[in-house]
DNA sequence: ATGAAAGCGCTAACAT
DNA sequence: ATGTTAGCGCTTTCAT
């Protein structure tokens, strides 16, 4: 491929005046007809590997995330990529698939590659690995103290949960979710719920669900309720806070096969706030998270740190989640 | 940071040498040993802009896409990723909104990073600002001829929706979707759709819905569909191909909320294959689309027009798709 | 196996 | 405003 030196030959220039025209600026009008003809002619095409060798400066942001195929991923990418794009950054997606070493290497490669900034969602302590003094600003968790955090507030959205069930005089409420040591958000949902329940003197059960995968535990959930629903014969009510949406659905799904009716004998909320698309959303009632917000957020305060890498300061943010009303309550 | 030059000096060894043993060529055991020490002190992190700009082989592929928030456009975008890094490539995601001017710019960057190759999902034609000779792979649309296609075969979908239904002896088969200039492929599933009805003697009727933006556009089919309903009394033998996923599930949602049962009423096939997690299917009855395999497809062509520049014929692939039993049609 | 040195394409400091 | 030139950090050729 024709590079600057071909440029500037063509168009009868030095290399600096081609540099500084393509740089935006100013050059004598005559020369930056021949510089725009010349460019034309050659085809060419501005090596952004030399000119980061050079200046140093990567339009590049990696953002690791543990997966992109689940609405909430996918929101937060589009939301993450959107307010990247707007500061003129370039998104690197790294999928991890919370798998430790994919982590790791991504780190390693954002490095080579003198990323400006490094944005993560990450389960595993992925800053642990950070050797240079790159920024990044971490969604959900982040441990070490030593990065910025943007985060919901899961434990107030638990708590909210409770007590949206709560005000519609359910009396038996159940937990359907997990205790995952890994995952702190997780918890924090399940305690917001058992704290406000026992603040308010309320009785709840708990169904553990330990993961999504276990199509076999869900399937037993499912008829443990079914025999409350029978065994309490027709009080119908019954509220079940699922720890996320996707646990909610799978929930619902069954329930639904199972001929109870939702939400006039069971009535659920879930927790995240799936949306399809722009313009799709799930018709669950849930505890939605503020997914542009926390992309807003992590991409303002990256870029903060990334301007100004010494002196500014890190951030923590705990955003506000908020209820949802969809059709599996009544409201 | 450091670099090279200071390792080497660090560990008393040539640059040459460091750049060999890093590279994994052979180097004296006691270099070896003082290099990695060296490194480890110094926090060496190799400078890949450097390591480009000799080499001229970039790690990455660009990925343009409208959307990543769809649960399409997830998946594929997950199993992009997979197969990319596979074989040892990182994806820059490119969300192009269907904005000309913006995928414009994302070739022009793929360009300036002197990106492995493109992989693209574009609605205009993208594929026209490709200066350089930099590998490009469509997927579902390139209209050019001068690009390798990946797509699926969306004729044979339109008229294995209508199979489908006719199969179920629907006497009042609609379409609800559009004709839409821009979109080769739902004019090829609705054409499907057509011929298949057509070719064997069964009428239907079309619904126009121009954007799944349209809300009032949909309760207007949807009331119509109602109207149908009534006015068949009891016949209950209505099938509706809708052209997407997305339309399928809205107009499902309006059904239910007037009081119309799905299937009995009503039975309805959409397309995509929408999986909004890799464990949580909706259960709408729908044309799906083998979208793992044209990530699969995709790259792995890509990968061989990037390793074999000259030689590498262009493909044109059109992949089949199935039938997924849900429960919005009687089976 | 190792070292010296050229050079990838660009930017920016400096001189004019 | 323009030209000359050093040098960013690496790989690779060539000589040893």
């Known amino acids: 491929m024709a590079n600057m030196k071909d440029v500037a030959r063509e168009a009868k220039v030095s290399v600096a005046t081609v540099s500084n025209y393509i740089n935006g600026k100013k050059v004598r009008s005559e020369a930056a007809k021949n510089i725009e003809v010349a460019i034309k002619k050659l085809n060419y095409v501005r090596n952004n590997a030399a000119r980061l060798l050079k200046t140093d400066q990567s ?9 992109v195929w689940s609405p909430f991923f996918s929101e937060l990418t589009f939301w993450v ?24 290497s991504y780190v390693k490669m954002a490095e080579e590659q003198r990323a400006a900034g490094i944005l993560s969602i990450s389960y595993s302590d992925l800053t642990s690995h950070v050797l240079s003094d790159i920024p990044l600003v971490a969604i959900e968790k982040e441990t070490t103290g030593q990065f910025s955090l943007i985060s919901s507030d899961n434990y107030a959205g638990g708590q909210l949960a409770a007590k949206e069930l709560i005000n519609r005089n359910l009396e038996h409420l159940i937990f359907v979710g997990s205790t995952n040591y890994e995952s702190v958000e997780l918890n924090a949902r399940k305690a917001g719920f058992e704290d406000f329940c026992n603040n308010h003197g309320h009785k709840f059960e708990l169904e553990e669900v330990k993961t999504r995968y276990d199509k ?14 029978i065994s ?62 926390i992309a807003e957020t992590a991409v303002k305060q990256l870029n903060k740190e990334i301007k100004n890498p010494k002196e500014a300061e890190k951030a923590r943010v705990m955003l506000p989640v908020s209820y949802r009303a969809g059709e599996t309550t009544i409201n």
């Open 59 to 67: 339009p590049f942001v990696v953002f690791v995330v543990p997966s």
């Open 81 to 104: 990529q959107k307010y990247l794009n707007k500061l003129g950054f370039k998104m690197v997606l790294c999928i991890s698939e919370n798998d430790y070493e994919k982590e790791k």
């Open 216 to 229: 076999k535990q869900l399937l037993d959930s499912v008829n443990k309720i079914i025999e409350r629903i």
């Open 232 to 293: 309490e014969s027709k009080k119908q009510n019954i509220g079940i806070f699922a720890h996320t949406d996707e646990t909610a659905f799978l929930l619902i799904k069954e329930l639904i096969k199972k001929g109870i009716r939702i939400p006039e004998q069971v009535q659920v909320i879930g927790f995240d706030g799936w949306n399809l698309t722009p313009n799709t959303k799930l018709s669950l009632s849930t505890i939605r998270q503020p997914i542009k917000e």
